[in-house]
């Protein structure tokens, strides 16, 4: 069942963690709580105060006093790669508001997937979209172009928080929910009257849960959720397209000695069952698949003001069955000016398989795209 029609629209705490560089560059709040003198301990917080005001960049302890007479003022030390990796903030932690201490408010608006404005070419496209479903399947092809315009809005607001962990805990669960819509604008296609070929809306509600569980070569375990998405194109017959689904997902992450920021994430889903003369694509699992699997290197180049971010991703759906279908996106996203003060970004995307959008979910597809995004606002 299509709902749109209208265009807009895991539970312990490991313990006993050791600090990798001494309590002055702690990795995390409990650590600073267990340095029992009272000067290092100050220094432990307060350097986690200024990590987290601005945690793409290291902050330096104080200097420290030298000499006989301690006179003399020692520079602030050059942070070892060890040390580097040790006082950067997990992004997942950061992103799903993880510890008490660095969580933001309720209901505030914030970015979910990019937000990207993008030019798109395909091969091929997609001129006489089909579904085995009666009905939904057109009976003359459209002349679209291989080339348009791609446009993703994507949000998310947290709704509540703290429902098993609450109080003095440091760690948070919550409830989110986000917005994501991806539209193909035919802006080039003068002869049809540059139409929007497709737009995917995608609202879902997902419950998060904290965990910080050390994992074997430096990972660490932190999340598990659950949710239930829609998503759905808002056409008519015979080009409407939808499906409900059911998930669970985990994530991780790892610093590496040179600061690199490593992520993946793991999801699986079951399709929603829908009456047979209600379901738009009824073997749309078998094409888009049943899970998959997200992975994440950032890092960086130069320093100061002239910092780059980089993020190479590379995501791989499945349909975990013999027929082996599903897709492979990878993309590329690199900081536009300053790293530290917007989160514009250059993006390059090259997709193949099945599922780039609904309208094409058993269609097998190549789709590159450029252009730029905006992330982490």
């Known amino acids: 069942m299509n709902f749109f029609r209208y265009p807009l629209g895991a539970a312990c705490l490991a313990s006993g963690l050791a600090s990798l560089v001494g309590p002055a560059l702690a990795s995390d709040w409990l650590d600073c709580a267990t340095v029992t003198d009272n000067t290092e301990r100050l220094v432990c917080f307060d350097q986690k105060v200024r990590q987290f005001a601005n945690p793409v960049e290291l902050q330096s302890p104080p200097p420290v006093p030298y000499g006989p007479d301690l006179a003399a003022v020692a520079p602030a030390p050059v942070p070892s790669a060890l040390q580097r990796a040790s006082a950067q903030p997990s992004e997942i932690t950061r992103f799903w508001d993880l510890e008490h201490a660095i969580a933001r408010d309720n209901f505030e608006l914030r970015a979910y997937r990019p937000v990207a404005l993008s030019l798109s070419g395909s091969?091929?496209?997609?001129?006489?979209?089909?579904?085995?479903?009666?009905?939904?399947?057109?009976?003359?092809?459209?002349?679209?172009?291989?080339?348009?315009?791609?446009?993703?809005?994507?949000?998310?607001?947290?709704?509540?928080?703290?429902?098993?962990?609450?109080?003095?805990?440091?760690?948070?669960?919550?409830?989110?929910?986000?917005?994501?819509?991806?539209?193909?604008?035919?802006?080039?296609?003068?002869?049809?009257?540059?139409?929007?070929?497709?737009?995917?809306?995608?609202?879902?509600?997902?419950?998060?849960?904290?965990?910080?569980?050390?994992?074997?070569?430096?990972?660490?375990?932190?999340?598990?959720?659950?949710?239930?998405?829609?998503?759905?194109?808002?056409?008519?017959?015979?080009?409407?397209?939808?499906?409900?689904?059911?998930?669970?997902?985990?994530?991780?992450?790892?610093?590496?000695?040179?600061?690199?920021?490593?992520?993946?994430?793991?999801?699986?889903?079951?399709?929603?069952?829908?009456?047979?003369?209600?379901?738009?694509?009824?073997?749309?699992?078998?094409?888009?698949g049943r899970g998959e699997l997200v992975g994440r290197w950032s890092f960086d180049t130069g320093t100061g003001a002239e910092r780059t971010l980089h993020t190479l991703g590379l995501t791989a759906r499945h349909a975990l069955r013999s027929t082996g279908r599903g897709s492979v996106r990878l993309e590329y996203l690199r900081s536009i000016g300053s790293a530290n003060s917007n989160g514009l970004r250059f993006h390059a995307q090259l997709f193949t398989g099945y599922g780039e959008n609904l309208l094409d979910y058993n269609r097998n597809r190549t789709v590159a795209s450029v252009g730029l995004s905006l992330v982490d606002w």
């Open 123 to 288: 091969t091929p496209i997609n001129r006489l979209p089909s579904s085995p479903a009666a009905g939904h399947t057109p009976a003359a092809e459209v002349n679209y172009q291989p080339g348009e315009l791609k446009i993703n809005l994507s949000v998310r607001t947290k709704i509540m928080s703290g429902f098993l962990h609450s109080g003095s805990a440091p760690l948070r669960d919550s409830l989110w929910f986000g917005y994501t819509q991806q539209s193909y604008w035919q802006l080039f296609n003068k002869d049809l009257s540059r139409p929007f070929r497709n737009t995917d809306h995608e609202p879902e509600l997902v419950y998060v849960f904290p965990h910080f569980i050390a994992l074997p070569g430096g990972w660490t375990y932190r999340m598990s959720a659950a949710g239930v998405v829609h998503q759905s194109n808002g056409q008519s017959l015979p080009l409407s397209r939808s499906w409900n689904r059911t998930y669970v997902m985990g994530a991780a992450d790892k610093i590496a000695d040179n600061g690199d920021r490593f992520t993946l994430q793991a999801r699986v889903w079951r399709r929603m069952a829908e009456k047979a003369d209600q379901d738009d694509n009824p073997d749309i699992s078998d094409f888009v």
